[in-house]
């Protein structure tokens, strides 16, 4: 049973190119959380999604980021028109159940560089 | 903002040895901490969690003690061992209904062999 599948896990993008980071939840889990590290920092929560839903993206900034969870397929976070400050570690999580933070299974994470 | 604070970025530990993190709050709201341990180039690995109704919780070498009037919590490793090598995040959720985690800083524990 695979764990939460991130790729990529490196993506370099130039300034004002678009990125698209997919995660896959664990089998069962259809709770997604998505958290990004900026270096020296701690995780940060973004945004949080059920299928088709997002129930919560009060961690999400108001431009140039989005995120899905289709019906089908993985969950995506979008980042359009990146800037150098969009380089960061991104970590998408999984749980079977909804304010399931003791239920968190973190993917590997994929490193956005912009350069 | 910083809602949970990790005020130690590195701590260095002779294998055999205790390790103490300490992690503190400041939102009243926080009953629910957990540690994550992470390696370089992985994702945080759940290591132990306590809840406001308790003051300890203990797993195999590792202890989380919980001190609800200071905002404080600490994680023990003992012994610890060359493995136990890794950067520590001190995380805290208002647990019901809570969709997400408020993540310290890290520490980078380093044990010396």
């Known amino acids: 049973n695979a764990g939460v599948m991130q790729n990529p896990r490196h993506l370099v993008r130039r300034r004002g190119q678009e990125a698209r980071l997919r995660c896959s939840p664990m089998?069962?889990?259809?709770?997604v959380y998505w958290y990004r590290q900026l270096p020296e920092e701690g995780l940060k929560f973004m945004v949080y999604?059920?299928?088709?839903?997002?129930?919560?993206e009060s961690g999400m900034p108001k431009e140039r980021f989005s995120a899905e969870f289709p019906k089908e397929g993985p969950s995506i976070l979008r980042i359009q028109q990146v800037v150098r400050g969009d380089s960061a570690a991104y970590f998408c999580?999984?749980?079977?159940?909804?304010?399931?933070?003791?239920?968190?299974?973190f993917g590997s994470g994929t490193r956005l560089t912009v350069v | 903002d910083q809602q949970v604070k990790q005020n130690s970025p590195s701590l260095s530990v002779q294998e055999g040895r205790i390790s103490i993190l300490n992690c503190d709050y400041t939102?009243?709201?926080?009953?629910?901490f957990l540690w994550y341990k992470k390696y370089p180039a992985e994702g945080p690995t759940f290591l132990i969690s306590?809840?406001?109704?308790?003051d300890k919780n203990e797993d195999g070498r590792f202890t989380v003690f919980l001190n609800k009037s200071a905002k404080h919590l600490s994680l023990h490793i003992v012994p610890s061992q060359p493995g136990d090598s890794a950067v520590y995040f001190c995380?805290?959720?208002?647990?019901?209904?809570?969709?997400?985690?408020?993540f310290g800083t890290g520490t980078r524990l380093t044990v010396i062999p």
């Open positions: 995380a805290a959720s208002a647990r019901t209904g809570a969709n997400n985690l408020f």
């Open positions: 089998k069962g889990h259809s709770h």
């Open positions: 939102n009243s709201m926080f009953d629910y």
């Open positions: 999604l059920q299928k088709e839903n997002i129930i919560d």
């Open positions: 306590i809840s406001s109704i308790k």
């Open positions: 999580a999984s749980s079977p159940r909804a304010g399931g933070v003791d239920g968190y299974t």
